[in-house]
């Protein structure tokens, strides 16, 4: 069935370098996405949406990347600081519903 | 952004009993609020989602009377756990929407039932 999913369940980065988390959709009626962040044990945190009519955008220190073409969806994290250490998924509104991805696990090295 | 807290964070209880969990949004009128469940490091898998005065829409396989969920108002959903299991434990988030397209949702900061 459709699905939203990630590549890569965990990444390792080192602190201060450029953080890329990728993920596939494969509903090509989804017009619209969603980055989250999730710190253990807490509800997800809202970082950056895009609309399908775009196909990149920009936040504080975060950039998503869409590409419909290959139905592929990437988050890039500036300057990745301890703090950045949480799970990462990416959502689809699909049929109004919020439908989360596997999730990414960052770990950010010393 | 939009506050939505969810009470209580913990609880405990025994099996059999039934829970109850709320989630408001605080400073804003919900028109859907949604159900997620999440086990040990997997994702969220949305449970049911609920408009305002009108019955909970549950997804594939999760029991209605098992998971009540009322959405009593525009600011307030509750999830009541019935005849709870150990296999229930698991960690419940809420969330809430403003409008229904292409916007984002709010999350609660979740609560982890631990049945005993």
């Known amino acids: 069935g459709e699905s939203v999913g990630l590549h890569l369940p965990t990444l390792s980065v080192q602190e201060g370098d450029n953080s890329i988390i990728n993920c596939a959709y494969s509903n090509s009626a989804s017009d619209y996405f969603i980055w989250y962040k999730q710190e253990s044990g807490k509800g997800p945190q809202f970082i950056i949406d895009?609309?399908?009519?775009?196909d990149k955008r920009q936040g504080q220190r975060v950039t998503v990347l869409l590409n419909k073409t290959v139905k592929h969806l990437s988050l890039q994290i500036a300057a990745t600081q301890p703090g950045d250490s949480a799970v990462y998924f990416c959502?689809?509104?699909?049929?109004?519903?919020?439908?989360f991805g596997k999730g990414t696990r960052l770990h950010i090295l010393p | 952004g939009a506050v939505v807290s969810q009470h209580p964070s913990r609880v405990i209880c025994k099996s059999g009993t039934s829970v109850k969990i709320e989630c408001r949004s605080l400073?804003?009128?919900?028109?859907?609020m949604f159900w997620y469940r999440q086990f040990p490091k997997q994702s969220l898998m949305l449970m049911a989602t609920s408009n305002e005065g009108s019955k909970a829409t549950y997804e594939q396989g999760v029991e209605k009377d098992k998971f009540l969920i009322n959405h009593a108002s525009l600011t307030l959903s509750t999830l009541t756990v019935t005849s709870a299991h150990p296999e229930d434990s698991s960690f419940y988030i809420c969330?809430?929407?403003?409008?229904?397209?292409?916007?984002?949702?709010?999350f609660g900061q979740g609560t982890r039932l631990t049945v005993v």
């Open positions: 959502a689809e509104n699909r049929d109004d519903k919020i439908i």
């Open positions: 400073d804003f009128q919900a028109t859907t």
């Open positions: 895009i609309r399908s009519n775009m």
């Open positions: 969330s809430a929407r403003v409008h229904s397209l292409n916007t984002e949702a709010f």
